[in-house]
């Protein structure tokens, strides 16, 4: 199957900034979108920010002109750049990929474990 492994989370103060990685191994055919999803807790699972096969890009408003989405589609992976970071930014941060398994040959949904971001002084 398709794993999805997150890396580049940690403490930061406020005004800080930090860089998210997500790489995609395994059986992999294709990989299609890929984002980041944040869930703070006792929240809901909300976007962050997505980007498409072709590099097309979306995001939350609370994203927009602090967070910059990109990937890297020969190695499989996407990252987050996040600047000027707020308390309000703090929570687990999620890797999604709309993929294609090699194995099944069949479109999937995958998450990575998640990433934990703290913004505080």
């Known amino acids: 199957q398709v794993q999805l492994v997150e890396s580049g989370g940690g403490l930061v103060q406020p005004g800080g900034s930090l860089r998210l990685s997500c790489a995609a191994s395994?059986?992999?055919?294709?990989?299609?979108?890929m984002g980041w999803y944040r869930q703070a807790p006792g929240k809901q699972r909300e976007l962050v920010a997505t980007?498409?096969?072709?590099?097309?890009?979306n995001y939350a408003d609370s994203a927009k002109g602090r967070f910059t989405i990109s990937r890297d589609s020969a190695k499989n992976t996407v990252y987050l750049q996040m600047d000027s970071l707020k308390p309000e930014d703090t929570a687990v941060y999620y890797c999604?990929?709309?993929?294609?398994?090699?194995?099944?040959?069949?479109?999937?949904?995958?998450w990575g474990q998640g990433t934990q971001v703290t913004v505080s002084s």
């Open positions: 395994g059986s992999i055919f294709n990989i299609y979108a």
């Open positions: 999604n990929a709309d993929g294609v398994s090699a194995l099944t040959m069949i479109p999937g949904d995958y």
């Open positions: 980007i498409s096969s072709g590099g097309s890009t």
